[in-house]
């Protein structure tokens, strides 16, 4: 069967460094998902690979690029598909939501995809403070309000889910079942102490309300998965090399958060759930 993803996340959220290690890790059979056949390219992901090898983190992808591999997987129970994963230039999402209109290639990928991987990298963003998020006593220093009118980042993501879900004629009278969504809240890693063990779904209510609401009132709890990830496990440099990266391996790092708030080094487990259909 086959199963081409809609992964959407904008600049920086972290989409090519997760597909380098989610290629590698199929590659290396020992995860939920390995990979039947060898890929026939490892691109666009190869660069990924060779910059993580040498401890140090790939730049970022062109904003007009759009390129796709496809991956035959099969899970422990012998179900086999054909995953098509993409990597592209995050502004190209920025722009879509921006202008309101979308290239046929994109509406394509829209209309015809059985799964939407929704990428944000949750440390940074959150609700502004206001009188219910910040001591009382501190409500005297009040930031200037912003000049015309901004959207916060939760409300900009359920407009566009919304959107997409209208260009795909998605209808809301039934909750949602197709396309299944996972949101992978990236780069877990950089959450502070107090909120890095705590589950998905708690810290995206925490973070991001609007947005668990809109996911709990529109999608089939089974079609629906809020989960952690962490493709690299720590920050690594453009530059300077990690040498623990280069002694251990790219491999030996990295973790998804499952929804009760425990790890587990295997990130394949961060897109099963597509798979479950
Ligand atoms: N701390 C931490 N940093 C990460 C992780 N994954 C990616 N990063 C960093 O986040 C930045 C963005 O990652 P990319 O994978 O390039 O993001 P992208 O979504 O492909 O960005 P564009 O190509 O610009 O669309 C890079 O500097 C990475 O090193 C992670 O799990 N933890
Ligand atoms: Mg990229």
Wanted: some cysteine.
């Amino acid at each position: 069967m086959r199963k081409p993803i809609l992964l959407l996340g904008e600049y920086d959220v972290g989409k090519s460094h997760f597909g380098g290690q989610l290629l590698g890790r199929l590659r290396e059979a020992k995860g939920a998902l390995r990979m039947t056949s060898a890929p026939a390219t490892l691109a666009p992901f190869d660069g990924v690979l060779v910059r993580l090898n040498q401890g140090k983190a790939a730049g970022h992808t062109g904003a007009a690029n759009y390129r796709e591999s496809f991956w035959q997987v099969a899970d422990a129970e012998g179900r086999t598909m054909d995953l098509v994963w993409p990597d592209y230039g995050g502004e190209q999402v920025t722009s879509l939501r921006n202008d309101r209109r979308m290239s046929p290639d994109w509406r394509k990928r829209v209309e015809t995809s059985t799964g939407w991987v929704v990428m944000i990298r949750i440390h940074n963003s959150h609700v502004p403070d206001d009188i219910f998020s910040r001591p009382l006593h501190s409500i005297g220093e009040r930031p200037a309000a912003p000049k015309g009118f901004v959207m916060s980042d939760q409300a900009k993501l359920v407009d566009f889910l919304q959107w997409l879900a209208f260009v795909r004629g998605t209808g809301t009278l039934e909750r949602i079942t197709e396309p299944r969504l996972i949101l992978l809240l990236s780069c877990w890693d950089e959450l502070p102490q107090d909120e890095i063990g705590n589950r998905p779904w708690d810290v995206l209510r925490l973070r991001m309300p609007m947005v668990a609401a809109y996911l709990e009132a529109n999608w089939e709890p089974g079609a629906l998965h809020v989960l952690g990830l962490s493709a690299l496990e720590r920050a690594l440099s453009e530059d300077t090399v990690d040498e623990e990266y280069v002694d251990r391996g790219p491999e030996s790092f990295g973790y998804m958060v499952q929804p009760d708030g425990t790890r587990d080094k295997d990130l394949t487990l961060a897109i099963t759930p597509l798979l479950r259909a």
